[in-house]
């Protein structure tokens, strides 16, 4: 075997670009990306800008990379299955770097019904009747918040709840501890 062959074969550098699209299929493979995300991690393996752009323009033509796809997916499937409210979807989407035009028509997804009726539901799910009402309160209100949903609605929510639970119960009707501001 002569020299040159065999070591021409082992010294030779990876295309820049078959490495963008191994990056990107690999991604895409195991979920749906953004582009910036898929952008970032080709910038990690040190893919050329230009190449990245070019391979992504590519498969954004195919219909393998689309942000407000992605987008409304995201919103989909973090509203169903995280009771995520829309101001921590909004996040999450700005973190994922989609454009805030694509943020904007997928989170008109979830309507402000379908924001109460999810916070209902998860004040219901952790809901333990062995504990004073204003902990009970105090806990929901600091989880609702967590996951985005407005303070007047998550107090609306919880007030409701425990009024509810009140009832049933023969306890008195909840009022909440006025802020100490």
Do not use: N
């Not at 949903?149 to 009707?173: E, I, K, L, N, T």
């Amino acid at each position: 075997m002569p020299p040159e062959v065999g070591a021409a074969s082992v010294d030779q550098e990876p295309d820049p670009e078959q490495v963008a699209r191994a990056i990107a299929l690999r991604m895409l493979t195991r979920a749906a990306r953004s582009r910036q995300q898929l952008g970032q991690a080709m910038a990690r393996k040190d893919v050329p800008q230009d190449v990245a752009e070019r391979v992504l323009d590519r498969f954004a033509d195919v219909g393998l990379v689309d942000d407000a796809a992605f987008a409304g997916q995201l919103v989909r499937s973090q509203h169903d299955s995280r009771a995520l409210a829309r101001r921590a979807l909004a996040a999450e989407l700005r973190r994922r770097g989609v454009a805030d035009d694509d943020a904007r028509a997928a989170l008109a997804q979830v309507t402000e019904q379908d924001e109460e009726a999810a916070a209902r539901a998860l004040v219901e799910r952790r809901w333990r009747d062995d504990l004073d009402q204003a902990v009970q309160s105090r806990r929901l209100l600091a989880m609702l918040g967590r996951k985005g949903y407005p303070p007047g609605m998550a107090a609306r929510v919880v007030r409701q709840m425990v009024d509810d639970r009140g009832a049933r119960s023969g306890h008195d009707r909840w009022e909440p501890e006025p802020d100490p501001d």
